[in-house]
T-cell receptor
Framework: EAGVTQFPSHSVIEKGQTVTLRCDPI?????LYWYRRVMGKEIKFLLH????????ESGMPNNRFLAERTGGTYSTLKVQPAELEDSGVYFC??????????????FGEGSRLTVL | AQKITQTQPGMFVQEKEAVTLDCTYD???????LFWYKQPSSGEMIFLIY??????QNATEGRYSLNFQKARKSANLVISASQLGDSAMYFC??????????????FGGGTRVLVKP
């Protein structure tokens, strides 16, 4: 069974440009999460989808960030326009609709974003 | 607000020895979950072990055990018989109220472990 996959693995863009990160969760997982780790800081929650609906987007830093999950399958996270402080690693995670007792999240390898 | 503190930024451990990674947390919730994840150089976060706040026994998963001391608000990870493949970054994380929907985790800053042969 394929795990959570993220694309691209690394993106280098200039300040003011747009970048779109993609996440393919484990097939059948209704829950999809975005987290990010900015340099020198802790991993922070961004938002949570249940199927195609945004369950919790309290961690989204500002309106330059737009997340979508059309059809409840893969998700995209767009940053427009990108700023220097957006540099970091963006993680996607998924979990089944009926969470196991552990509530374990399955993470991807992350997309590293570098804004110059 | 919830907070996770990992006071050890990095540590060395000799192969085959045990190592303890510290984690303390702060929350006002009565029900919560504590996780440990491993992040090898590949970048993927790998789930290791989980402890629920109402679990009376310390969680164990193979060579991993969680030393849960609720009164002290600590959830230290113990790795026994360290292997070279254990070299990685380790994150402690906490889930908000288990009654809430979703799995919004609060992470600590991580501890980098390097196992020496």
């Amino acid at each position: 069974e394929a795990g959570v996959t993220q694309f691209p693995s690394h993106s280098v863009i200039e300040k003011g440009q747009t970048v779109t990160l993609r996440c393919d969760p484990i097939s059948g997982h209704d829950n999809l999460y975005w987290y990010r780790r900015v340099m020198g800081k802790e991993i922070k929650f961004l938002l949570h989808f249940v199927k195609e609906s945004k369950q919790d987007e309290s961690g989204m830093p500002n309106n330059r960030f737009l997340a979508e999950r059309t059809g409840g399958t893969y998700s995209t996270l767009k940053v427009q326009p990108a700023e220097l402080e957006d540099s970091g690693v963006y993680f996607c995670a998924s979990s089944p609709g009926q969470m196991a007792n552990t509530g374990e999240l399955f993470f991807g390898e992350g997309s590293r974003l570098t804004v110059l | 607000a919830q907070k996770i503190t990992q006071t050890q930024p990095g540590m060395f451990v000799q192969e085959k020895e045990a190592v303890t990674l510290d984690c303390t947390y702060d929350t006002s919730d009565q029900s919560y979950g504590l996780f440990w994840y491993k992040q090898p150089s590949s970048g993927e976060m790998i789930f290791l072990i989980y402890q629920g706040s109402y679990d009376e026994q310390n969680a164990t998963e193979g060579r991993y055990s969680l030393n849960f001391q609720k009164a002290r608000k600590s959830a230290n990870l113990v790795i026994s018989a360290s292997q070279l493949g254990d070299s990685a970054m380790y994150f402690c994380a906490m889930r908000e109220s288990l009654k809430a929907a979703g799995n919004k985790l609060t992470f600590g800053g991580g501890t980098r472990v390097l196992v020496k042969p």
